[in-house]
T-cell receptor, first 112, second 113 residues
Framework: DADVTQTPRNRITKTGKRIMLECSQTKGHDRMYWYRQDPGLGLQLIYYSFDVKDINKGEISDGYSVSRQAQAKFSLSLESAIPNQTALYFC???????????FGPGTRLTVL | AQSVSQHNHHVILSEAASLELGCNYSYGGTVNLFWYVQYPGQHLQLLLK??????LVKGIKGFEAEFIKSKFSFNLRKPSVQWSDTAEYFCAVNSGGYQKVTFGIGTKLQVIP
């Protein structure tokens, strides 16, 4: 079984809809991250969490919110999706902020 | 703030050619450096990492990278690429206690059989 899972894997939605992307991990890591990947832009950090009570904005948090429901679960929400949020979204975990990150399989989101 | 730059955005090589992908970072203190690989349709996975010690780091699948502190560089190398190395490669850096890792924009490698 995968250590970091994401649901859904693919999602097509319309402008203005609320969307939630979910991430679960079995690695026992405290730190979790949400990134978006766009062609030519690499990975951009949206939000990160060091534990259940510690959530921080990343480089591109506008238009997104997160919830850390438990050590193992970290959800990303788009309150009102817009087309330029069409991207590939990755969740990742690590045991320390400076250490290797383990990535989920990604969610491909299309906003029409 | 830490930053990382990758010089080559798209590289095309024939099988058996040698590979070197450039990576430079901005921070002058202690750094942890990483190379990740993303095969088509897959998630990122770690190729190799450098924390301290021998500046020549060996990773999986025959890849290696050399940390040159004076040049702020951590270039990725492989003596002979295979078609299966076709992927996107990301350099990443964490600097001195900074609690996040910053990724470069990636280099797409296409290996032609």
């Amino acid at each position: 079984d995968a250590d970091v899972t994401q649901t859904p894997r693919n999602r097509i939605t319309k402008t203005g809809k609320r969307i939630m992307l979910e991430c679960s991990q079995t690695k026992g890591h405290d730190r979790m991250y949400w990134y978006r990947q766009d062609p030519g832009l690499g990975l951009q950090l949206i939000y990160y969490s060091f534990d259940v009570k510690d959530i921080n904005k990343g480089e591109i948090s506008d238009g997104y919110s997160v919830s850390r429901q438990a050590q193992a679960k970290f959800s990303l929400s788009l309150e009102s999706a817009i087309p330029n949020q069409t991207a590939l979204y990755f969740c990742a975990t690590s045991d320390q902020g400076y250490n290797e990150q383990f990535f989920g399989p990604g969610t491909r989101l299309t906003v029409l | 703030a830490q930053s990382v730059s990758q010089h080559n955005h798209h590289v095309i090589l024939s099988e058996a050619a040698s590979l070197e992908l450039g990576c430079n970072y901005s921070y002058g203190g202690t750094v942890n450096l990483f190379w990740y690989v993303q095969y088509p349709g897959q998630h990122l996975q770690l190729l190799l990492k450098y924390f301290s010690g021998d500046p020549l780091v060996k990773g999986i699948k025959g890849f290696e990278a050399e940390f040159i502190k004076s040049k702020f560089s951590f270039n990725l190398r492989k003596p002979s690429v295979q078609w299966s190395d076709t992927a996107e490669y990301f350099c990443a850096v964490n600097s001195g206690g900074y609690q996040k890792v910053t990724f470069g924009i990636g280099t797409k490698l296409q290996v032609i059989p």
